[in-house]
Structures are given as structure tokens and as C-alpha cells.
């Protein structure tokens, strides 16, 4: 597993973007199971979603671990999740040595790879409009200075820190189970490449390091332990420099399953 500029890879975090346009129509690159259980998903959005998905991650452990991209190779790479439902990477049946995070919005998806059982998180989000009473109702007062101190980018600082709120409960494996003020999202002036740092504090006094990025429509935050080291994308640029939205499901929200 490498990185481009981190001293020390083994704690390597490495991102991995790819949108709806490259998935493949065929299953040949899914594992049987998965194939059986996307095949029975009535609902696109839904079943397009965890096809981005599957294939987003299975191309970021591939590519994080140096193994070829084809299809025969990515289907010997499973993502399951585990008991708190924190996705996991395998290869033939076996933990692949990887900690990974998954994110989608808008046919785009993202995978975070780190190696070693590095607690992760990541969020993908828009840069959409979100009313005040969204942030009186999930953000915590200092949250709410923040987004309020800067009312031309109300909206950017909006979704930023809810997706770093996201990808702090990712980290705490707990996701929307907690309150998303139980955890508090502040703005540093650090920057690596086009990251910015982030940090979030739980009500425990825990810290997680974090960084984010601003993709046109989207902005992207990362969360991990300790002192996280910026992203590195696996593919420079990464795909989702150019980015833009899609919303192909709605044209036709419900499939037709054989049989019914």
C-alpha cells in the first residue's frame, strides 16, 4: 500500500472515487451473493446505489493492495458488513488487512482504504441548501456560530459539517444511532493539497482528526483516530475533481423482477 508524500504508509490513508457510469451492467465482477441480492432490489436508487458502492470499494482495495482490476480479480473481493454494520473488505474469504469507509450522493461514491484496522470514517455530500432550522435542530451552538459567521457560505458550511459529523459517528461505528450533537465539528486553517483540516470532539473529550475537500457540487470530509493524515487520491486527479450530480433513478424508480 503506498501514498504519494505520506512518511509513514502504514498509515497511508488513500480515497478512491468512482461514479454510476462506470458500473458495469453485467454481475460478473460481484460476488454470487451479492449478485443474488441486488437481482431481488425492487427500488433503483437503492440497488444502483449499492452497486456504485461494491464497485467503488472493490476498486480502492485492489488498487490500495497492488492486485489487478479485472473482473475475475475484483470479485474475489467481498465488502460485508460487520455487526454494527461498518463495512469490511475480504479477499477469498479472508480479512483483506484493511480498514475501509463507504460513501455515496448523487451516483457518485467514495472508499476510504487505510491500512490496518485503523478506525475510519468518510461522508460525501452536496453543497445543497439546508434551512436553519436543519442546523438549530442538528448542530450544537458553537456549530451553529460557525455556520451563522459566514451567511454567503451558509449552505457549503451547512453540509460540510454535518458530513463531518457523519464521518465522526463512522468512526464510533455508530452512526445516526447517536445524536449528531454528541459529537462537534471545528474548522482549522491547515491545508495539504486541496484539503483543509477538521477536527471533531465527542461529548467523551475523544478527538478525531479530519480533513475536506470541496468538489464543485460536492464536499467530501474524512475522519480517523488520532492524527489523520490527508487523503491521497488513488487516481490523480481524482474523478471526482470533475464531478457532477446525477439523479438517473428517478426516471424510473421501481424495477420490474422477474416474476412479479
Known amino acids: ?55 467503488t470499494a472493490k476498486g480502492a482495495v485492489a488498487r ?25 473488505a475480504f479477499i477469498d474469504d479472508v480479512p483483506a488487512g484493511v480498514a475501509i469507509s463507504m460513501t455515496d450522493r448523487a451516483g457518485w461514491a467514495v472508499c476510504l482504504v487505510a491500512e490496518g484496522a485503523e478506525a475510519l470514517g468518510c461522508d460525501l455530500e452536496l453543497v445543497e441548501p439546508r434551512s436553519q432550522r436543519f442546523v438549530d435542530d442538528y448542530f450544537t451552538p458553537r456549530e451553529q456560530a460557525l455556520v451563522a459567521a459566514a451567511p454567503d457560505d451558509h449552505d457549503l458550511l451547512a453540509n460540510l459539517v454535518w458530513s463531518a459529523k457523519e464521518s465522526a459517528l463512522k468512526v464510533l461505528r455508530q452512526g445516526l444511532r447517536l445524536d449528531t450533537r454528541t459529537v462537534e465539528v471545528a474548522l482549522h486553517d491547515d491545508e495539504v ?47 471526482l475533481a470533475a464531478a457532477s450530480p446525477v439523479h438517473s433513478w428517478m426516471s424510473a424508480p421501481r424495477r420490474d423482477l422477474p416474476g412479479s
Not at 13 to 36: C, F, N, Q, S
Not at 64 to 88: Q, Y
Not at 196 to 216: I, M, P, Y
Request: charged share 30%; net charge negative.
Open 1 to 55: 500500500m503506498s501514498s504519494n508524500g505520506s512518511t509513514d504508509p502504514h498509515r497511508a490513508v488513500l480515497y478512491h472515487a468512482a461514479g454510476e457510469h462506470e458500473v458495469p451492467d453485467h454481475d460478473d465482477w460481484l460476488t454470487p451473493v451479492d449478485a443474488a441480492r441486488f437481482a431481488k432490489m425492487r427500488f433503483t436508487k437503492r440497488r444502483d446505489e449499492s452497486r456504485l458502492g461494491r464497485w
Open 64 to 88: 490500495a493492495l497492488d492486485r489487478p482490476v479485472e473482473h475475475a480479480s475484483l470479485r474475489a473481493i467481498s465488502i460485508r458488513n460487520a455487526i454494527d454494520g461498518a463495512p469490511e
Open 193 to 239: 493539497g486541496p484539503w483543509r483540516a477538521l477536527e471533531v470532539a465527542t461529548a467523551d473529550g475523544e478527538r478525531f482528526g479530519g480533513w475536506w475537500v470541496r468538489h464543485g457540487d460536492f464536499v467530501l470530509t474524512c475522519c480517523a483516530r488520532g492524527d489523520a493524515t490527508a487523503p491521497v487520491a488513488i487516481q490523480d486527479p481524482s474523478p
